[in-house]
């Protein structure tokens, strides 16, 4: 059984930095990529960071130049530091994971960040 597990989440004033963790246990094969979702209220989720397997990374327009994504030395770990984050940012993110072989998407439970104003 694979699970993904996020933390790091939390209250945080504007202009201020969080960094949020994933952790994958369980067996994942032909790892493609990591990535960070993110949903706000009335909003659609939305694709925020991505790492590939070969450690490209690409960003969401609305982050780019504040969030960071890497992977940890640990297995299947992932981070998203994220600085100068605004009351925008206020959302639940969501670590998930894309395996090649089969075809499968692997999702973490969220962890809430909230930016107050």
């Known amino acids: 059984q694979v699970q993904l597990v996020e933390s790091g989440g939390g209250l945080v004033q504007p202009g201020g930095s969080l960094r949020l963790s994933c952790v994958a246990s369980?067996?994942?094969?032909?790892?493609?990529?990591m990535n960070w979702y993110r949903q706000a209220p009335g909003k659609q989720r939305e694709l925020v960071a991505v790492?590939?397997?070969?450690?490209?990374?690409n960003y969401a327009k609305s982050v780019k130049g504040r969030f960071t994504i890497s992977r940890g030395n640990a297995k299947n770990t992932v981070y998203l530091q994220m600085n100068s984050l605004n009351p925008e940012d206020t959302a639940v993110y969501y670590c998930?994971?894309?395996?090649?072989?089969?075809?499968?998407?692997?999702w973490g439970q969220g962890t809430q960040v909230t930016v107050s104003s």
């Open positions: 790492i590939t397997s070969n450690g490209i990374t």
């Open positions: 998930n994971v894309q395996a090649l072989l089969p075809p499968k998407d692997y």
């Open positions: 369980g067996s994942i094969s032909n790892i493609y990529a």
